[in-house]
């Protein structure tokens, strides 16, 4: 890539924000760092960054204030949350007003890393395809046949029901994001469904065993615990 | 207390009835002996009725209810007539103004005993009112003693816990920038091999105490009482394969294995210190079974609980941490063998946080060798949380 992609980090902890720096330049990233949230606002409008990282704990004004200031714009920057481990519900009310993903502290530097080359590669895609909805999806060898309403992994065909169909084809096409438990259901079960968290849970469970999947590991779908659910990135 | 009301207890602990009977009879009879006495000497006739209605107001004063007053009354209008008026030992109601004598005596008697009787009630009420208040008093003054003591160890506890949950706060911040720095540091090119080591020491040893810090977060949560769990339905496999993904993050080389349940798992509980029990369970067997590479965590269901267990192939447990454990005693944070690391605080931490969720913690060892830790959480909430 000719040109470093340019990171805005909005973290008032000096020595937090100083290996983030460090690492980040370590793996050939730009990185503008700001102490507070308006500082944090004003580099954003004079940089233009790639993408946002926020802690939601600054001394001056709300991260979820910082954050509602950010979306919204003609050209969608990305925004990775930083928060404390519990804040829970202000993490989930991030992302639903649009963050794309978020680190817990304390979190390690693979992680984080890991969680911004994600991110980045999504917002990519959404840029250059503005993400048509697709009638296949394929992440390793699990097929979602949005079209002819089919699932395969590898050359073996699974069943499964119509909402169980429906959360896998709506994981799918947002891949590599976290998606909120009321994202889920009213996507799947519409707005007024009027649905409770419960029959969500027990339809992935379902889907995971119908998968094979062991939540310690793996393969297709991540668990966010208390927040929602992530597809792995899909690979066509 | 004073000799009156000394005597007056006494007077009350003898059983009633049977007293009654004997005082009643032993003052009429002292009446009798009295008119008996005053007859043979004056040889006047009405001294004996004045001296029955005095043994009637005794009688009235000593027993109980009025009963015994009246039938002394009637006792005695007999007795005067039968004994001490002419003609003697023997009754009659011919002789004029007799009839209206002895009736007009009886009456008296009636009276005076229903009187004393109604005053004696009276003082009986007021004093147990009295002595009423007076325990009440004791008792309330004993209960705003206990209560403020109690509140004040409240209190105490919730600054404890407060300025313990503050400190581990802001241990946090500084701890995840050190152990972040030293993963910058590890991966820089111009970081020799033998700084490496030291690294890599410094590394373990931030992580370790984050993990502590994130113990005592728990405990103080739960101890100080002050916070409630923050319970809510939540997959246990999902928690669990939360656990297993974390452990797996601080210990890459170590492998454990995580086997689902054929039913469902969906119960209340706090998912973050459930996790952490999970977590701590695991890492107590990685760093201390001898055993990194069989660990199998396992959920099933038995009966109304949603168990886990944790089971390694290492050298076991010691049989007195078992006992200990088994009898449902609360472990000491520096138990538990190995207490280098906080391990021992790890153990002591999943009892207190599995009993406040009203759950069971076991321990034990496989009859095929190594470790098996066991809890279980009840399916539905209980009406006592």
């Known amino acids: ?236 | 207390m004073d000799l009156n009301q000394r005597a007056l207890a006494l007077w009350h602990r003898i059983a009633g009835p049977p007293r009654d009977i004997a005082v009643t009879i032993v003052l009429l009879w002292a009446a009798y002996m009295i008119s008996g006495a005053l007859l043979g000497h004056t040889g006047a006739e009405n001294n004996s009725a004045l001296v029955f209605v005095l043994a009637v107001v005794l009688i009235s004063v000593l027993t109980n209810r009025y009963f015994f007053g009246i039938m002394a009354s009637l006792v005695g209008g007999f007795c005067v007539n039968y004994f001490f008026m002419y003609p003697y030992s023997q009754f009659s109601l011919s002789v004029t103004g007799y009839p209206v004598a002895m009736l007009s005596m009886i009456i008296i008697s009636i009276i005076v005993c229903a009187l004393t009787t109604r005053a004696k009630l009276m003082a009986e009420e007021a004093v147990k009112r009295e002595q009423d208040a007076k325990a009440l008093y004791e008792l309330n003054q004993r209960a705003n003693k206990e209560k403020a003591a109690l509140q004040l160890e409240a209190a105490r506890e919730s600054i404890r816990g407060n300025i313990l949950r503050s400190v581990s706060h802001d241990l946090r911040t500084p701890l995840t920038a050190i152990s972040g720095a030293i993963a910058v540091l590890m991966e820089s090119s111009d970081t020799s091999p033998k700084n490496m080591a030291l690294l890599a020491d410094i590394k373990d040893d931030a992580d370790a105490m984050i993990t502590m810090v994130e113990n005592i977060l728990s405990v103080t949560r739960i101890q100080d009482g002050t916070m409630p769990l923050k319970k809510r339905d939540e997959m246990l496999e999902e928690v669990a394969g939360d656990a297993v993904m974390a452990t797996h993050r601080r210990f890459p080389d170590a492998n454990v294995s995580l086997e689902l349940s054929e039913d469902i798992l969906y119960l209340p509980m706090d998912p973050m210190l459930v996790k952490q029990v999970i977590v701590n369970l695991l890492e107590n067997a990685i760093r201390h079974s001898g055993d990194t590479q069989t660990i199998t965590l396992r959920l099933l269901r038995q009966e109304d609980w949603a168990v886990v267990e944790v089971r390694d192939h290492g050298r076991g447990l010691d049989p007195d941490l078992i006992e200990l454990i088994q009898a449902g005693q609360q472990l000491p944070a520096e138990a538990s063998g190995d207490s280098s690391r906080g391990m021992g605080i790890g153990l002591s931490v999943c009892q207190s946080i599995v009993k406040a969720h009203g759950g069971f913690f076991e321990a034990g060892n496989a009859p095929e060798g190594g470790a098996v830790f066991r809890f279980g959480l009840p399916m539905e909430e209980k009406d006592n949380g």
């Not at chain 1, 000719?2 to 793996?27: H, P, Q, Y």
């Not at chain 1, 760092?33 to 233009?48: D, N, P, V, Y």
């Not at chain 1, 069943?159 to 799918?172: A, D, G, S, V, Y």
């Not at chain 1, 590599?176 to 649905?195: A, R, S």
Request: contains cysteine; negative net charge; glycine residues 6%.
């Open chain 1, 1 to 236: 890539m000719a040109e470093k992609r340019v990171i805005l980090l909005i973290e008032d902890e000096r020595t937090i924000s100083n290996f983030i720096c460090r690492a980040l330049a370590a793996n050939d990233y730009k990185t503008i760092a700001a102490a507070t949230g308006k500082e944090g606002i004003s580099l954003f409008f004079s940089h233009q960054p790639d993408l946002v990282l926020l802690d939601l704990g600054l001394p001056d004004i709300d991260g979820l204030e910082v954050l509602g200031q950010l979306s919204g714009l003609p050209r969608e920057t990305p925004v990775i949350i930083i928060s404390a481990r519990d804040r829970e519900s202000e993490k989930v009310r991030a992302l639903d007003m649009g963050a794309d993903d978020y680190v817990v502290k304390p979190f390690g530097v693979p992680e984080l890393l890991a969680r911004i080359r994600t991110t980045l590669r999504r917002a990519d895609r959404i840029r250059l395809s503005q993400e048509v909805q697709k009638d296949r999806y394929r992440v390793k060898d699990l097929v979602v046949d949005c079209a002819r309403h089919q699932i395969f992994v590898g050359d073996e065909e699974i069943h499964f029901t119509q909402n169980e169909f429906k959360i896998l084809e709506l994981l799918c096409a947002h891949s590599g994001k976290v998606l909120t438990y009321d994202f889920i259901l009213e996507h799947v079960w519409g707005p007024y469904g009027g649905t409770s968290n419960q029959i969500l849970r027990v339809n992935m469970a379902n889907i995971r065993r119908k998968l094979h999947e062991n939540p310690s590991d793996p393969k297709y779908i991540l668990t966010e615990l208390g927040i929602g659910y992530r597809m792995l990135e899909d690979a066509t």
